[in-house]
């Protein structure tokens, strides 16, 4: 059987290619953004831990990780308060090995100012002043862009060669509605993940090796058409593309601490990479740091009882914004 998904994961990658070209540049990116507190504190480099509510969006996999019902919710006004950002998730546990999980995510930006048409040329405007706008928009309109996930999970733990490794599969249904003034766009899209866990202890011998984890997810499979209402009924195409990832973790039993490093690579429009390190103090205080492609990140979580928060600091052209989420499992 570890053959045959190999198999399957290596010619869905290779099928992710041969539609690459044919997508139109940066439809749907508001997805790009990310969501969770933990991720985006350690740059976005999350797609071999996705352990927490967030993982629907960054590997469908890594829900089988989570062993209790759960609710995650986020929110940031971002980008100086031009946009409101918010991010939802509830995950049940359906089996010992599989999960169930609905996500939402919004982007919301109000008041842009609407202008009317500007009448004659550019010379004419020079020479007739009654004919320069007056700079006072005509009115408002409002974008809201919307994605809804259906998610699945389910964890597998087999041997090879004597040597045990966990391993995960996820996928994701999703769709997605945009509004911009009176215009909708709506489309339905596919994501597929995989996540391959091990001890080096139990795989290399010795001991205190740590942990180690490794990714692919493949988002829009076979590319996600959004269709809008328009007279020419425009369509966007978000291409299908490939994410890998791995990390480390090591234990510190003397301080009762711990240490995980991550690093992702992804090929949607071009190759970017993510590094992320997370240090934390008996399961309870988290310190994070990180590179999204070329902006750094930081952050921090506190967990207690059931509940935790976490916060991260973001920096991106359009100005530094800073991300709270929480999450409660029961």
Same mark, same amino acid.
């Given at each position: 059987?570890?053959?045959?998904?190999?198999?399957?994961?290596?010619?869905?990658?290779?099928?992710?290619?041969?539609?690459?070209?044919?997508?139109?540049?940066?439809?749907?990116?508001?997805?790009?953004?990310?969501?969770?507190?933990?991720?985006?504190?350690?740059?976005?480099?999350?797609?071999?831990?996705?352990?927490?509510?967030?993982? &629907?969006?960054?590997? @469908?996999? /890594?829900?089988?990780?989570? +062993?209790?019902?759960? !609710?995650? #919710?986020?929110? %940031?006004?971002? =980008?100086?308060?031009?946009?409101?950002?918010?991010?939802?998730?509830?995950?049940?546990?359906?089996?010992?090995?599989?999960?169930?999980?609905?996500?939402?995510?919004?982007?919301?930006?109000?008041?842009?100012?609407?202008?009317?048409?500007?009448?004659?040329?550019?010379?004419?405007?020079?020479?007739?002043?009654?004919?320069? &706008?007056?700079?006072? @928009?005509? /009115?408002?309109?409002?974008? +809201?862009?919307?994605? !809804?996930? #259906?998610?699945? %999970?389910?964890? =597998?733990?087999?041997?090879?060669?004597?040597?045990?490794?966990?391993?995960?599969?996820?996928?994701?249904?999703?769709?997605?509605?945009?509004?911009?003034?009176?215009?909708?766009?709506?489309?339905?899209?596919?994501?597929?993940?995989?996540?391959?866990?091990?001890?080096?202890?139990?795989?290399?011998?010795?001991?205190?090796?740590?942990?180690?984890?490794?990714?692919?997810?493949?988002?829009?499979?076979?590319?996600?058409?959004? #269709?809008?209402?328009?007279?020419?009924?425009?369509?966007?195409?978000?291409?299908?593309?490939?994410?890998?990832?791995?990390?480390?973790?090591?234990?510190?039993?003397?301080?009762?601490?711990?240490?995980?490093?991550?690093?992702?690579?992804?090929?949607?429009?071009?190759?970017?990479?993510?590094?992320?390190?997370?240090?934390?103090?008996?399961?309870?205080?988290?310190?994070?740091?990180?590179?999204?492609?070329?902006?750094?990140?930081?952050?921090?979580?506190?967990?207690?009882?059931?509940?935790?928060?976490?916060?991260?600091?973001?920096?991106?052209?359009?100005?530094?914004?800073?991300?709270?989420?929480?999450?409660?499992?029961?």
């Amino acid at each position: 059987m570890t053959r045959y998904r190999l198999i399957f994961f290596l010619s869905i990658f290779c099928l992710s290619f041969m539609r690459y070209v044919y997508a139109e540049k940066y439809a749907g990116e508001f997805l790009e953004l990310g969501v969770g507190g933990k991720a985006l504190g350690m740059g976005s480099a999350f797609v071999s831990l996705a352990d927490d509510g967030s993982a &629907p969006y960054w590997n @469908p996999a /890594g829900l089988a990780q989570i +062993r209790h019902f759960s !609710v995650t #919710l986020m929110h %940031a006004s971002i =980008f100086s308060g031009l946009a409101n950002h918010d991010f939802l998730s509830y995950v049940q546990p359906i089996s010992k090995e599989a999960n169930l999980s609905i996500s939402w995510i919004r982007l919301g930006i109000d008041d842009i100012p609407r202008f009317g048409e500007l009448v004659g040329t550019a010379e004419d405007r020079q020479r007739d002043p009654q004919l320069r &706008p007056s700079g006072e @928009p005509l /009115g408002y309109f409002e974008d +809201r862009e919307n994605a !809804v996930f #259906l998610s699945f %999970a389910r964890a =597998f733990y087999t041997e090879f060669k004597n040597k045990p490794f966990g391993f995960s599969v996820g996928a994701n249904f999703k769709y997605l509605a945009q509004k911009l003034d009176n215009h909708w766009g709506t489309g339905i899209g596919f994501d597929l993940g995989g996540l391959l866990k091990f001890s080096g202890a139990e795989v290399f011998g010795g001991k205190d090796l740590g942990d180690f984890s490794f990714a692919l997810k493949l988002s829009d499979l076979g590319r996600t058409n959004i #269709l809008w209402n328009t007279p020419s009924e425009h369509g966007d195409a978000i291409p299908m593309h490939l994410i890998l990832g791995g990390s480390y973790t090591q234990s510190l039993p003397l301080i009762k601490s711990q240490i995980i490093f991550s690093a992702d690579k992804e090929t949607h429009y071009e190759q970017k990479y993510h590094f992320g390190l997370e240090y934390s103090f008996r399961n309870c205080v988290f310190l994070r740091g990180g590179a999204n492609y070329k902006s750094p990140t930081a952050g921090v979580g506190l967990k207690i009882w059931h509940f935790k928060i976490d916060y991260a600091f973001c920096s991106y052209e359009l100005g530094n914004t800073h991300r709270l989420s929480g999450e409660v499992r029961f």
